[in-house]
């Protein structure tokens, strides 16, 4: 046992070298790629403030159908070289500006120029987003209501990682699920993770295995903004989209840059540090470029009640990652990207021990390596687009869950994904009675998962694979959109194909005004889900999964109905709010019993079977308000039912009451954010979380006999502030000082000792979290 942990520890300490090597290769070439050349221009422009005329530096400029960009430098400049003579249509956008277009005629031998003012906008009303119908779609415009997440808003909240962040979004809930490790969750309008589809760049690329500690293995500084769709999304992304997807768009090189930070935090004096590093470098063309990231997190494990059993678990991650382009010409484009992930993660007690030789241990070791390819294509009138692409994701896991210094409780496993899709886009001028954008594409998704018990001759072998294809129309006009769309998939657990369509229509009476109704479907199949790769503690024993003997597919439809209303009051105040309401229906809905306890191997069972059905309802409402860029509100609350439609019974014990209630679902949720820049550099962000009551199984254990509980309501309150020390014009130092959970809103009746049941834990993430950091950056 001490040589493989040996081993494992020489494989990290090679990855690091690795990684470090390729950092400081980063760090080296993005310098000389920060002064502009200027030969044989045909674009030349100059962006301004339309307010203060002030040059407006670091603005994306982008042409119209074709694959051509650019960033204007420190004084607002920027060009475009080779073009050929004709009419051109100039896409700009920048943070804190309303996007615009401009047009102007390049004509041979001249150099066109351009004089561009760009009117503040404090919140971004005009995002682009593409995960309504998996093209590039104003928000304004989506069939679909799109929340959007930015990197902006991650570095606000001090976030690390996915799980820091989500819960700032209506009718989004992040909450841990194991007292020893904190396996996280996302739900979405009540529902379980396992109904929320996780992408990458629009892929369905999480396995059921990654999805397992999956939001906390992503490091925000890959990310340049997470999109969110509530409700049915599988007519266009397959299986598990029922309560909605969560789009994480990944960084794409657009200036030369370099960032590089560090922060340490403390929670009742145990300590964790991140340190962070990102570059981009571009051709002088602007042909090439590519930006990596570098993510190194360590963590000591948090005992909350003292009784030598963590409640947060230790934490060692190692993340290395790059996104790549190359622009063949102006129509024609490939990207590639890969990223890697080295993580140790354990909880329980004894940590300076082997994991046999402690009383409770959950511990995993994870190695893993993703790599997606994408080509582009855009004919020259703009109007036919092309998307080819790949990705594979292969994870190996080393793990430990075992209690009673079981030296039986080791096991491994193997997970490999494969993704291959295309996808085109046609803009037709008048199809039937208007204008029409026709979406269709075929994808195939394959994954093979090996997970192995060998001392208890526990084995699961699921190999599953997904063919489908889509089609969708959307039909636009002044007044009315309306989008019709199906998708057909081929599970191999299935007998049968699976049908799921979708229909949305966006009302716009006025630019300010959106009213969107829609209809979609959604389905999971009977396989193995994340929570079943791990294994909670209950009682000094193991919990495990196992599915029902003629398991049958869950089946949802999702109704709901929006009015998004945006306004200009003078010339300094803006403001937004969103009313949405959502009815889903669950046929077949997946639910959990506890079925039988083997000594020999020291495990309780619990069963996946099909209850009669649920229904989760309720209405969101979202608030903003912003007064130039000095102050911004945002509140956001959800009031929702989430019921099963016969009682359901949860534990094996017949004293125990069972319930109609979706577990851990509260009825009430919502957030608060407040920025504040008082004073040029300084910024004050104030936010918070409230969760609401909610019922949860408590396992005997620790207590004696099953009960369900209801829990107290929390509000997790924070602030973070922090100052940007100017040193020249491209280069900002900024500190940052701040306090999450400012009340220590945390679960008070945790569960204590070896018999606790780790699956009892509830509301905040993390108790009160003291932090302070630094991060130095180079634009």
């Known amino acids: 046992m001490q040589s493989e942990t040996k081993e494992k520890k020489h494989k990290m300490r090679k990855h690091k070298i690795i990684t470090g090597i390729c950092l400081i290769l980063m760090m080296l070439y993005t310098q000389p790629t920060f002064s502009q050349h200027i030969d044989k221009i045909r674009i030349e422009g100059h962006i301004f403030d339309k307010k203060t005329q002030e040059p407006v530096a670091y603005a994306s400029v982008g042409i119209e159908n074709t694959h051509n960009g650019t960033t204007t430098d420190e004084n607002g400049d920027f060009y475009f070289r080779g073009l050929k003579s004709g009419k051109y249509t100039l896409l700009i956008s920048c943070v804190g500006y309303k996007s615009t277009k401009y047009e102007l005629e390049v004509i041979r031998n001249n150099v066109g120029h351009a004089h561009i003012y760009l009117e503040p906008e404090v919140m971004k009303l005009g995002e682009v987003v593409v995960s309504a119908n998996r093209n590039e779609t104003n928000r304004k415009e989506a069939p679909v209501v799109v929340s959007v997440m930015t990197a902006e808003q991650f570095d606000k909240n001090n976030a690390q990682d996915l799980v820091q962040t989500l819960g700032f979004q209506s009718g989004v809930r992040v909450e841990y699920s194991c007292q020893n490790c904190g396996f996280p969750q996302v739900r979405i309008n009540g529902l379980d993770g396992p109904y929320t589809q996780l992408l990458m760049n629009s892929k369905p690329i999480m396995s059921a295995l990654s999805g397992v500690y999956g939001l906390e293995q992503i490091p925000v500084n890959m990310v340049e903004r997470v999109e969110v769709v509530k409700g049915g999304g599988s007519a266009l992304f397959g299986a598990n989209a029922i309560a909605g997807t969560i789009n994480i768009i990944t960084k794409e090189p657009s200036t030369p840059s370099l960032s590089v930070g560090t922060d340490i935090q403390s929670i009742d004096g145990t300590y964790a540090q991140n340190f962070n590093a990102n570059g981009a470098i571009l051709s002088k063309d602007r042909r090439f470029g590519a930006s990596f990231y570098q993510t190194v997190r360590k963590r000591n494990p948090y005992d909350r009640d003292k009784d030598g059993f963590s409640e947060i678990g230790e934490l060692n991650n190692h993340s290395f990652g790059t996104k790549l382009f190359y622009n063949i010409n102006s129509k024609n484009k490939i990207n590639i990207e890969y990223h890697t992930t080295n993580e140790h993660r354990r909880g329980g007690n004894k940590f300076d021990l082997q994991p046999h030789n402690s009383d409770i241990c959950e511990m995993t070791d994870h190695l893993i390596n993703a790599i997606t390819a994408n080509y582009d294509y855009i004919s020259n009138n703009g109007k036919h687009r092309l998307n080819l692409y790949t990705s594979a994701q292969q994870i190996d896991r080393d793990s430990y869950y075992g209690s ?9 496993t193997s997970d490999l994904t494969y993704l291959a899709g295309a996808m085109a886009n046609h803009q037709i001028d008048k199809l039937l009675f208007a204008p029409a954008a026709i979406t269709y594409g075929i994808e195939y998704n394959q994954n093979s998962l090996d997970d192995q018990v060998t001392a208890y001759n526990i084995y699961i072998k699921q190999n599953t694979n997904i063919f489908g294809g889509y089609l969708q129309s959307e039909w636009t006009s002044k007044l009315f959109n309306l989008l019709i769309g199906a998708r057909l998939d081929k599970h191999n657990l299935l007998e049968n194909p699976i049908f799921v369509p979708r229909i949305n229509i966006l009302y716009k009476p006025t630019t300010n005004l959106q009213v969107r109704a829609s209809y979609s479907s959604g389905y999971r199949a009977p396989q193995a889900y994340e929570e079943d790769f791990h294994i909670t503690q209950v009682g000094g024993l193991s919990l495990r999964t196992v599915l029902a003997d003629n398991l049958k597919p869950e089946y949802s439809n999702s109704f709901a109905l929006s009015a998004d209303y945006y306004c200009q009051i003078g010339d300094n105040w803006q403001g937004n709010i969103l009313l949405e309401g959502f009815y889903t229906i669950l046929d077949d809905v997946f639910a959990i019993r506890e079925i039988a306890t083997d000594a020999l191997t020291q495990t309780i069972y619990q069963e996946r079977y099909n209850a009669s059905g649920a229904t989760v309802a309720g209405a969101s409402l979202t608030a903003k308000a912003a007064y130039k860029d000095i102050f911004t509100l945002s509140l956001g609350y959800t009031l929702q039912s989430s019921k099963y439609h016969q009682t359901e019974y949860w534990s094996d014990d017949a004293s125990v009451e069972g319930t109609k209630h ?31 009551k909610m019922r949860v199984a408590h396992y005997a254990g620790y207590i004696k006999y099953d009960r369900l509980e209801t829990t107290d309501r929390f509000f997790d309150l924070n602030l973070a502030i922090s100052y940007d020390f100017k040193a020249g014009n491209a280069t900002t130092i900024q500190a940052k000082l701040g306090v999450n959970n400012i009340f220590d809103s945390f679960q008070k009746d945790l569960d204590k000792g070896i018999n606790r049941d780790a699956g009892y834990i509830y509301g905040p993430t993390n108790p009160r979290t003291i932090y302070a950091g630094l991060k130095f950056k180079l634009n």
């Open 662 to 692: 979706i577990l851990k679902s509260p009825d009430d949720y919502g957030y608060l954010g407040i920025d504040l820049k008082a004073i040029d550099n300084l910024n004050i962000n104030l936010s918070g979380i409230y969760t609401g």
């Open 404 to 412: 009673h210094q079981d030296p039986n409780a080791y096991g491994t």
